[in-house]
């Protein structure tokens, strides 16, 4: 096994969980301020998606696209919020994983009318379609590179956000001690509304950017969901800070356990067995993972209320 | 008054698949069967859910390792009912043990995800499991043997089974609740840290409770293998759990028929309008947002005005 395999793993790893980073950024930042569970948030990925292949589609650019489908979502995020999410702050968490559920149950079926039940395709720019020479003996595709890049941005630039701006500051006081920032005299409804808006937008760059290499379908939401799950329950709900270390170390551990525990088993047992358990093994090495660190630290990594 | 509508229901489930034949709705028993299997793991989620207010949403797990152990004892040649279907139990149990040990470590929000995310553990473990046909899922041959010169493979018989199953559930979910124990449970959703002052140990009597309702719904899972004969990873899928949690919404939470009430609404509805759109989910999806939020007690709670249930709350 070379070091550079590894290391294109690694990145790999990494281009995974800073995409699970915009998701669970999101999550993370309605459950600290709003104390409310969306489960919606995976069926605004799988809008932002279907919106950014329809754009591409029609206009025939993926750069135009993104953007757009960004602004798209988010508007359909605040008014789901003014809607509907607004009405739930104050119930209990089953009646908001319930009135979630069913908005996942409405998105699915409404983008099977709108879209059709099959798959559709979105190609990513030509200039980013084939590999690049990272260094010599090295390549790498450089569709998965700008992922790593603008993830890298996004993740930096909402570092400045919620820690050196005023909204940031408001967010975080929202986050740390609600009533108390009411009383403080911050428009909490507005915040509200903007957080849950700009946690839209997050997710559709998630799913534009990742539609590409992964199917732009029905249900595409539900699944990646759990992982931001994991990720922000690792992390400590409510922390920016532990979404970001929560994303890369999931990322990393589900992306190298995937090539690595199935190479590891075959070298310790029969190859039948590496092929009949590795899989299953790989896949449940992450929610191994929370079960630890929830046994360890019952409320993640980084609890952002004391 | 409720004892009298009880009695009438339970006659009239006992004379359905008699009038069933003459009328010639043959095919609504094997339906039929289906709504109390769904009945009963509503029922077992009703337990943990409406009355010691843990909200796991990963109930589907041990409905699926019911379903499992069926079918993989049945391809060891297991097919007796007397054996796999105690066995479903144990081994939902203590899949629930271990789940529940960690989980009601949590509380809230953590409790709701960790459950969660160990039920989509057991789905790919599942999914991984390449020897008894991973995403393929598993056949069975034939129904489980149950002996005494009957056959499960008469839809009519396979029915009462379930029936007895069901009524059984709702008789020992009544004897749970009224025991002491049953008082406990419900204390402890109310005020865990009053219950705990007083010197209960809380976190025992919810693992209790979690261990028993993963054991009944594992047994549930036991009679979907046995319904369809056929299981598949998708049994434990958390649109499932959700589906469950549902049922008990939509019936309401924490009253003994919720589950049941649950189940028919949602299964009935989910069969009336799927003739006319592919798109049945859509309508309970909308159902189950004007449930939520104008008639936040249920089915049950609509029909009840005297009784004021906390119900659910922060797990």
């Known amino acids: 096994m070379s070091g550079l395999f590894l290391f294109e793993q690694a990145l790999n790893g990494l281009q995974f969980g800073l995409m699970l980073f915009l998701l669970a950024a999101g999550l993370t930042l309605v459950f600290g301020i709003m104390d409310t569970i969306n489960l919606a948030h995976g069926s605004l990925y799988m809008l932002g998606a279907y919106i950014a292949a329809t754009i591409a589609q029609a206009t025939g650019s993926f750069v135009m696209a993104v953007p757009l489908a960004l602004i798209a979502t988010a508007v359909i995020g605040m008014l789901l919020e003014l809607a509907v999410l607004r009405r739930l702050y104050t119930r209990d968490h089953m009646s908001q994983v319930l009135a979630t559920f069913a908005l996942i149950l409405i998105a699915n079926d409404s983008v099977r009318m709108i879209w059709g039940p099959q798959p559709i395709s979105l190609n990513p720019p030509a200039a980013l379609s084939g590999p690049i020479d990272l260094f010599p003996g090295m390549t790498y595709s450089s569709y998965r590179l700008a992922i790593i890049v603008v993830g890298l941005a996004v993740a930096a630039l909402l570092y400045l956000l919620v820690t050196r701006t005023r909204t940031g500051m408001l967010v975080r006081a929202g986050a740390s001690n609600r009533e108390m920032a009411t009383a403080m005299g911050t428009n909490i409804k507005l915040l509200f509304t903007c957080v849950f808006g700009f946690g839209a937008a997050l997710c559709a760059l998630a799913g534009a950017m990742l539609g590409p290499i992964l199917a732009v379908q029905v249900g595409m939401g539900e699944d990646i969901l759990i992982l931001a799950f994991v990720v922000i329950v690792i992390g400590g709900i409510g922390s920016i800070r532990g979404a970001l270390v929560g994303s890369l170390l999931v990322g990393l551990v589900d992306t190298m356990g995937r090539t690595f525990l199935p190479m590891i088993l075959r070298e310790v047992f029969s190859p039948q067995v590496a092929s009949n358990a590795g899989p299953a093994l790989a896949s449940i090495l992450i929610y191994v993972l929370m079960a630890a660190v929830l046994f360890w630290k019952p409320q993640g990594l980084f609890p952002a209320r004391g | ?315």
């Not at chain 2, 066995?87 to 009601?104: N, P």
């Not at chain 2, 002996?147 to 839809?155: A, E, Q, R």
């Not at chain 2, 449930?291 to 049950?300: Q, T």
Request: contains cysteine; proline residues 2%; glycine residues 12%.
């Open chain 2, 1 to 315: 008054m409720q004892r009298a509508l009880t009695l009438a229901a339970l006659a009239l489930a006992i004379a359905f698949p008699m009038a069933a034949v003459p009328l010639d709705l043959d095919f609504y028993i094997g339906f039929a069967s289906r709504v109390m299997i769904y009945a009963i793991a509503a029922t077992s989620l009703n337990l943990i859910l409406g009355y010691g207010g843990m909200v796991s949403f990963g109930h589907a797990a041990f409905f699926g390792t019911g379903a499992y152990v069926v079918a993989i004892a049945m391809t060891h040649g297991i097919d007796s009912l007397w054996v796999s279907w105690p066995l479903a139990m144990l081994v939902s149990g203590i899949v629930a043990l271990g789940i529940g040990a960690i989980s009601l470590r949590t509380r809230g929000v953590y409790f709701i995800m960790i459950t969660l995310a160990f039920a989509q553990m057991m789905f790919f473990v599942f999914i991984g499991l390449k020897a008894y046909g991973g995403e393929e899922g598993l056949n069975m041959p034939h129904r489980s043997v149950i002996g005494l010169g009957l056959n499960l493979k008469n839809d009519a018989t396979f029915y009462y089974v379930v029936l007895t199953v069901l009524v059984a559930t709702l008789y020992l979910l009544r004897r749970l609740i009224d025991a002491r124990f049953g008082r406990v449970v419900e204390a402890i959703r109310e005020n865990e840290a009053r219950m705990e002052t007083i010197g209960f140990s809380t976190y025992r009597y919810k693992l209790t409770c979690f261990v028993i309702a993963g054991m009944v719904c594992g047994l549930a899972g036991a009679l979907i293998a046995n319904q369809t004969r056929y299981v598949n990873p998708n049994l434990m899928h958390w649109i499932v759990s959700g589906d469950m949690m549902i049922m008990i919404i939509l019936g309401g939470l924490g009253y003994r028929f919720g589950g049941v009430l649950g189940a028919i609404v949602m299964l009935v509805l989910d069969e009336a309008i799927s003739p006319y759109t592919t798109y049945s989910k859509i309508v309970i999806g909308f159902v189950l947002l004007a449930v939520v939020l104008f008639a936040p007690r249920g089915l049950a709670g609509l029909f009840d005005r005297k009784r004021v249930r906390a119900g659910g709350g922060h797990g």
